[in-house]
């Protein structure tokens, strides 16, 4: 499906790090699916910061084969639910309230669904229940809803939750062109005929011979530097969200969970997440405490190959040689135990903020 441009063209920062953002944002203007040669998983993450800048979202989502086109679809909405679960409440108007599906905010869901919806453009009917199962910490899928609109429903409230002027699926698929069998052509097909989005396929989709039908883009630049295969983590790729000024990455149990558990605590106010620190190579960090100068960083299994590892350093010498304290937790400590997570992050605070601070505090 061709589609037509969407509002101006888009901004790119001069500064852009991605020769390939102004061109790939060009065609992130469009309602249709565009194969993307050259560009695998990494080099699109890494051009989804200069995308963002612009305000267009790139979501990107390994795709595993299925034995049917219904189990594809399942898996793709599951991934998109995820992705909006983890920016509950913002998507929400008076949510942000309430910290569970108690009485009174199953009662502010239903009252506020029709006025939040029409301001999305989204089925009350939807929004009422994923909501609901948002605010009960469940996956937010609605399956008595058509699977069509549930997509478009989820697309676009990712899309305002996020501030996105255009959001783009990006799939990865995860097996060859045989296990597929052809069902990933159709969903691509299925998604633009449902979703006001972008649908861009990576390597090595983009270069399938079942992909020849649409779009393949050219003359875009070249990707990011490629990550060397030894240098990969034995793990299965996981979702990405490309970074939203202010709010956790969506993807990350571990960042949501800690930025929701601060947002109800007192003494951690005011923060800020996934926001760029005007230092060295500008680094964006996961938590921010600006007047304190402490930095928080969650580091996921891919933080444990080597190239990622030197950049992390590289970005903590710039950090600490700014004044800046940099706390750093994996995953695992945050979902594990939350308290000695939050706990840590306090003691760092109360060091900058000074004896009266500790002595509030104790």
Sequence with gaps: MDGGSVG????????????????????????????????????????SEDLGAAGIRVALYPLRPQTSFAGLIEA????????????????????????????????VIHGAAGVQAERLGVSEIWLRRAAEQAAAGRLPR???????????DLCATIAAATGARRLVVCLDAQGTEEAFGGLLEGLCRWIVNHADVAVWLAEPAARWRS??????????????APVEAETEPAHPPAAFFCGIEGLPNPNSPAEVALWRALSRTPWAAPFACN????????????VLWQAERVV???????????????????????????????????NEQ???DLQLSLAKVKAILALRRGPAAKAASA
Excluded: N
């Design 296 to 330: 928080v960083e969650i580091d996921g299994d891919d933080h444990r190959s080597k190239a990622k590892y030197a950049q992390d350093r590289e970005r903590e010498f710039a950090l600490l040689h700014a004044g800046y304290l940099v706390l750093r937790l994996t």
């Design 275 to 286: 926001r760029v620190v005007a230092v060295g190579p500008a680094p964006r960090v996961d």
């Design 76 to 107: 793709l909405l599951d991934d998109l639910a995820a992705t909006l679960g983890g920016l509950w409440p913002a998507w929400f108007a008076g949510a942000a309230d309430f910290s569970a599906a108690s009485t009174i905010a199953i009662a």
């Design 334 to 336: 945050v979902l594990s």
């Design 142 to 152: 609605v399956h008595d809803v058509p699977p069509g609109a549930e997509l478009g």
């Design 8 to 47: 101006r063209e888009p901004s790119i920062p001069q500064a852009a790090r991605c020769p390939a953002a102004a061109p790939l944002a060009v065609l992130a203007q469009r309602r249709e699916v565009v194969s993307l040669p050259g560009f695998d998983r990494h080099g699109v993450a890494a051009a």
């Design 211 to 224: 992909m020849d039908l649409f779009r393949r883009a050219k003359d875009i630049g070249p990707p990011p």
